[in-house]
Antibody, heavy 119, light 107 residues
């Protein structure tokens, strides 16, 4: 069974940093592209970032480019999202998502971790 | 950026009824349109990909159709567990985008 378990969320002040982790199990992690998608509670879904299966290529939404960094450790089956210079508008539930096609087909989602940016 | 507009915003129906949800794209996305279901407190679940392909484990009462700019998700006979929020998502152009959602509620 595919499992994606996020951790690392919490309350942080504007300008602060957080590192999210996503532990993957039940599938061959190193063969899948992975993404982060976020959702403001009660609102819609927004794609944040992606990383190629071997970690060689990354991509970011304009709203987080230059502030967030996606990475992965295939030996540890773990996906990361380093979030710096956090803003109030980054407050959301962050989902770790598996891509079954290599091009934005999101077939498995974690339960999400809540990031709250507030003073 | 391609904007996806879902309609209606809210739909009130009873179990056993048939329903059709709409997703319209501001520009053509070919057949690169997916549908997701999200129940309260849960993560989204992939239902349909590439407009008409059911994802693994999705019941046959869910079907998708359309291409270009107009897409529909049909649920042939509503089960109690189907009352949720449904999102469409396009991957036909970057950045990928999601619709704002249709809330399906019990009448």
């Amino acid at each position: 069974e595919v499992q994606l378990v996020e951790s690392g969320g919490g309350l942080v002040q504007p300008g602060g940093s957080l590192r999210l982790s996503c532990a993957a199990s039940g599938f061959s992690f190193s063969t899948y592209w992975m993404h982060w998608v976020r959702q403001v509670p009660g609102k819609g879904l927004v794609w944040v970032s992606r990383i190629r299966n071997d970690g060689s290529t990354t991509g970011y939404a304009d709203s987080v480019k230059g502030r967030f960094t996606i990475s992965r450790d295939n030996a540890e089956n773990t996906l990361y999202l380093q979030m710096n210079s956090l803003r109030v508008e980054d407050t959301a539930v962050y989902y770790c998502v598996r891509d079954s096609s290599g091009y934005y087909r999101f077939d498995s989602w974690g339960q999400g971790t809540l990031v709250t940016v507030s003073s | 950026e391609i904007v996806l507009t879902q309609s209606p915003a809210t739909l009130s129906l009873s179990p056993g009824e048939r329903t059709t949800l709409s997703c319209r794209a501001s520009h053509s996305v070919s057949s690169y349109l997916a549908w997701y279901q999200q129940t309260p407190g849960q993560a989204p679940r992939l239902l349909i990909y590439d407009a008409s392909n059911r994802a693994t484990g999705i019941p046959a009462r869910f079907s998708g159709s359309g291409s270009g700019t107009d897409f529909t998700l049909t649920i042939s006979s509503l089960e109690p567990e189907d009352f949720a929020v449904y999102y469409c998502q396009q991957r036909g152009d970057w950045p990928i985008t999601f619709g704002q959602g249709t809330r399906l509620e019990i009448k």
